[in-house]
C-alpha cells in the first residue's frame, strides 16, 4: 500500500542533541513538507521542498534543517538550536501541480528530557 | 500571524445531531479549502475540500459551506455519530501552494 511512513513514533532527546526524524513516502509524490503541532497552535509549518534537491523555509524554520536527496526521503534534523523542540511532528506530501490535498503520515512525538 | 482560526477548541453534540465546526480565515487570495480530520497519535486524513468558486459541496453526511464575503466556512456533520469524535483542523492555500492550519476543534459525539 502506497503511504507515508514516519519514524521513530517516539522519540526521546536529551537538550543540547541534534535528532533526525525520518519520513519515506512511496506515493511518487513531487511536494513533502513538515509541519510541527503543538496545543491550540494548529499545524505550523517548518519546511517544505517541491522537487528534489531544493527545499523552502516555512513559517518556523529556525532550529530545524532537512535535506531532500531523493524524492522518496524528506528527513528532518532538530538541532541543539530550537529551544522548544518538544511536540508532535508530522510530515505529508502531496502529488504536484493541480493536487490540493496532503497525505499525511502518522506523526512523531519528540520528548526533549 | 495566524491566516486561519478556529475559534472554538471544542464541541460536543448528541448523537444523531448536527456537528457544525466554524472556520475563518484573514487572506482573501485563499482559494482552496479543506477539512481534515485527526484521531490522536495519528496524522490528519483528509475529508473534504471547496474550491472558491464554490460555496457548498457535499460528501455523504460531510457539508462544507463557503462565505467569501464573511471569510468564513463552516462543516456540518449529519447525523453525527460517535465515530465522528476527533480533532477536526480547517485549511487554507492559495492554489496548489503550502496550506495554512486552524488551531483545531475537538469534536466529542456523546451516545
Known amino acids: 500500500d502506497g503511504g507515508i511512513t514516519q519514524s521513530p513514533k517516539y522519540l526521546f532527546r536529551k537538550e543540547g542533541q541534534n535528532v533526525t526524524l525520518s519520513c519515506e513516502q512511496n506515493?511518487?509524490?513531487?511536494?513533502m513538507y513538515w509541519y510541527r503541532q503543538d496545543p491550540g497552535q494548529g499545524l505550523r509549518l517548518i519546511y517544505y521542498s517541491q522537487i528534489v534537491n531544493d527545499f523552502q523555509k516555512g513559517d518556523i524554520a529556525e532550529g530545524y534543517s532537512v535535506s531532500r536527496e531523493k524524492k522518496e526521503s524528506f528527513p528532518l534534523t532538530v538541532t541543539s538550536a530550537q529551544k522548544n523542540p518538544t511536540a508532535f511532528y508530522l510530515c505529508?506530501?502531496?502529488?504536484?501541480?493541480?493536487?490540493?490535498?496532503?497525505?499525511f503520515g502518522s506523526g512523531t512525538r519528540l520528548t526533549v528530557v | 500571524d495566524q491566516q486561519v482560526k478556529q475559534n472554538s477548541p471544542s464541541l460536543s453534540v448528541q448523537e444523531g445531531r448536527i456537528s457544525i465546526l466554524n472556520c475563518d480565515y484573514t487572506?482573501?487570495?485563499?482559494?482552496?479549502f479543506l477539512w481534515y480530520k485527526k484521531y490522536p497519535a495519528e496524522g490528519p486524513t483528509f475529508l473534504i475540500s471547496?474550491?472558491?468558486?464554490?460555496d457548498k459541496n457535499e460528501d455523504g453526511r460531510f457539508t462544507v459551506f463557503l462565505n467569501k464575503s464573511a471569510k468564513h466556512l463552516s462543516l456540518h456533520i449529519v447525523p453525527s455519530q460517535p465515530g465522528d469524535s476527533a480533532v477536526y483542523f480547517c485549511?487554507?492555500?492559495?492554489?496548489?501552494?503550502?496550506?495554512?492550519f486552524g488551531a483545531g476543534t475537538r469534536l466529542t459525539v456523546k451516545p
Open positions: 487572506n482573501s487570495m485563499f482559494d482552496y
Open positions: 485549511a487554507a492555500s492559495v492554489g496548489n501552494n503550502d496550506m495554512r
Open positions: 471547496i474550491s472558491s468558486i464554490k
Open positions: 506515493l511518487n509524490h513531487d511536494a
Open positions: 505529508a506530501s502531496r502529488a504536484g501541480a493541480g493536487y490540493y490535498g496532503y497525505t
